[in-house]
């Protein structure tokens, strides 16, 4: 079945560690996405990447680094320098950005939470 | 600062009546608009679509309005059942602009 798959779907972190979340589409999408979920606030866009090995800042992305060495593969590190980092992620995917047509599917997301 | 808005955070509907949620964005350069919807704990899914050249977009039960003018866009959902109680986001995009979306409004559909 062709999707995005998110991994872990919880996670939990000490404060001070970096922590690394998957996503891996097989949709063969150009354009993939990060955002964060807080109750109250939507959703808010941290990185996206438009191409293999080039990827844009979006609203938050600081404490947030990407990388975009594979298509199917956009992993999200949180670093420690994040400072409220307990949140829901949630990874898109899309065949292009800011074009028609082009709806975002979403994986199932990864509860992160620092303890 | 927030490029799409959605300024009720909840709607309650009794079932079969119309549900109607709304949505106000600020950015010029948007061009296509996206309905979602969202369970806990889930990712959110698609559900309609409309282009800056059309107003109108139905499937099925669900209408989205754009009035490019006012910068104004809604949902509807005729009738309203209860398995639509779900948080919706309103999302927009344009050339070059990776999705924007509102913070959501919860509805509720009331047997």
């Known amino acids: 079945d062709g999707g995005i798959t998110q991994s872990p779907k919880y996670l939990f972190r000490k404060e001070g560690q970096n922590v690394t979340l998957s996503c891996e589409q097989n949709l063969n999408h150009d354009a993939m996405y990060w955002y964060r979920q807080d109750p109250g606030q939507g959703l808010r866009l941290i990185y996206y990447s438009q191409i293999v090995n080039d990827f844009q800042k979006g609203d938050i992305a600081e404490g947030y680094s990407v990388s975009r060495e594979k298509k199917e593969s956009f992993p999200l590190t949180v670093t420690s320098a994040q400072k409220n980092p307990t949140a829901f992620y949630l990874c898109?995917?899309?065949?292009?950005?800011?074009?028609?047509?082009?709806?975002?599917?979403f994986g199932q997301g990864t509860r992160l939470t620092v303890v | 600062d927030q490029q799409v808005k959605q300024n009720s955070p909840s709607l309650s509907v009794q079932e079969g009546r119309i549900s109607i949620l709304n949505c106000d964005y600020t950015n010029s350069m948007f061009d296509y608009f996206l309905w979602y919807k969202k369970y806990p704990a889930e990712g959110p899914t698609f559900l309609i679509s409309i282009s800056s050249i059309k107003d109108k977009n139905e499937d099925g039960r669900f209408t989205v309005f754009l009035n490019k003018s006012a910068k104004h866009l809604s949902l509807h959902i005729v009738p309203s059942q209860p398995g639509d109680s779900a948080v919706y986001f309103c999302?927009?995009?344009?050339?070059?602009?990776?999705?924007?979306f509102g913070k959501g409004t919860s509805l509720l559909v009331t047997p």
């Open positions: 999302a927009a995009s344009g050339a070059g602009y990776a999705l924007n």
């Open positions: 898109a995917s899309s065949s292009g950005v800011g074009l028609f047509g082009t709806e975002a599917f």
